[in-house]
């Protein structure tokens, strides 16, 4: 059973920045590769950003240049650096990771959600 928790969200002034973390716990081998998706009120979850198992790194358009992706893979965590906020980041955050459980004798993997952290942007 694996668990990942969200932390660093809250509210910012337009311009500032916030730092969330998600840290996975349980029982596990590794993290394959993560993502950060966001939900705002009455929108669809998009996609924000993704790392994968080497480290490579894609954004959605809407925050290339601000928004950086990264992983800790001794401490089990993927984090992202939110810099320049605007009102229409506001949205709760959640991060996704793709786990792997076991290598031996099989590879097995599986998918988590976390349960979400809210960033508000204020004007």
């Known amino acids: 059973q694996v668990q990942l928790v969200e932390s660093g969200g809250g509210l910012v002034q337009a311009g500032g920045s916030l730092r969330l973390s998600c840290e996975a716990s349980?029982?596990?081998?590794?993290?394959?590769?993560a993502s950060w998706y966001r939900q705002a009120p009455g929108k669809q979850r998009e996609l924000v950003a993704h790392?994968?198992?080497?480290?490579?790194?894609r954004y959605v358009e809407s925050v290339k240049g601000r928004f950086s992706i990264s992983r800790d893979n001794a401490k089990n965590t993927v984090s992202l650096q939110m810099n320049s906020l605007k009102p229409e980041d506001t949205a709760v955050y959640y991060c996704?990771?793709?786990?792997?459980?076991?290598?031996?004798?099989?590879?097995?993997?599986?998918?988590?959600w976390g349960q979400g952290t809210q960033v508000t942007v204020s004007t």
């Open positions: 996704y990771a793709n786990v792997v459980l076991t290598s031996v004798p099989l590879r097995t993997e599986r998918n988590y």
């Open positions: 349980g029982s596990f081998a590794s993290i394959n590769f």
């Open positions: 790392i994968s198992s080497g480290g490579s790194t």
